[in-house]
C-alpha cells in the first residue's frame, strides 16, 4: 500500500460514507469506490463493512487506519512546518468560515486578491470547526466566545445580539407576552452562544419554530413566525427587519476571531492574507457590535444592506 491508498482507507473510516471520503479527499465518489476494491482485492481482505446508511470497519480496517492515522500526523506536521519556511506570497491559502460571515468575507475578497495577486483563495463555508491542526483550513473566520487552544490569531471585534422580528409582528399580536412565539435553533446549534441562551431563557412552549441555521432563523423571523435573538450583524443588514425591545438578559457575549495554526503563522502567504484580513474585518466593526443601528437612528435613516 502506498500512502495515497492508506489516505483513502483513513478517510473512509473517519467520514463513515464513500461520498464524505471523496469530499475530503477532493475526489470523485466512483473513484472512491473504484480505489478502495482496488486495495482490498490486492490485500485479499476486506477494510469495510458495506451498509445501508454507510461503511465501517472491519478489524483489518481498524488496523490500517490506525496505522494510516499516525503517518498522516506525522505527515501534515512536516507539511506545516515547512510551510513556515515558505518566505513569498504566493500559492494557495484555504479559509474557512461560517454561513453568516461569508457575505461580509466576499465584500473584501476583491481587494484582497487586488492586493495579493499570487496567492489563490479557497473559501469553505461551514459551521463546522475546521481542523487545522490536519490543514483542512490554513485560516478561520469564527463568530465564538472563545477559540481552541489550540491557534493562535487576533479577537477582531466584540459580536453584539438583538431580539428582531418583522415589521408588524408586535402589532398584530398586541405586544402580549403570552401570544410572542420564539423561533429556536435545533440541537445542531445547541451549544452556539444563541443556542444556549434559548435554553436558559425561553421555555420549550414558547418556541414555535426551530431551524438548523442562523439564515434561516433571518427568514423566519422575516416572515412573521416570531421572535428571533440574532447577531446584529445579521440582523441590522436585513432593513426590513425590526428590533424588538429589548429583553432582559440578552448581553450574550461573543466575539469575532480571525485564527490560524501556530506552525503556519509565520508562513508568507499565511501571514499576508492574516493580515490584510484583520484590517478588513476590523472595518466592519460597528456592524458587527451592533453600533450601525444607533448611529443610523441617530441620523433618522434606516438600517438595511450597504450599497455596492
Known sequence: MNWDDLRLVLAIAREGTLSGAARHLRVTHSTVFRRLGTIEEGLGVRLFERFRDGYSATVAGETVAALAARFADDFVALERRLSGQDLRPSGTVRITTTD???????????ALRAAHPEILLEITVSNAMANLTRREADVAIRPTPEPPETLVGRR???IAHAVYCSPN???????????????????????TVIGRWMRENIRDAQIGLRVDSLPALKDAALAGVGLALLPCYLGDEESRLHRAPPVSGTDVKSALWLLTHSDLKRTARIRAVMDFLVIALASERALLEGRRHKEAAARGRTVGPRKA
Open 169 to 191: 409582528y408586535l402589532s398584530d399580536h398586541d405586544g402580549d407576552p403570552a401570544d410572542l412565539k420564539w423561533i429556536g435553533l435545533d440541537d445542531t446549534l445547541a451549544t
Open 156 to 158: 477582531v471585534a466584540n
Open 100 to 110: 453568516t460571515i461569508s457575505a461580509m468575507l466576499m465584500r473584501h475578497v476583491p
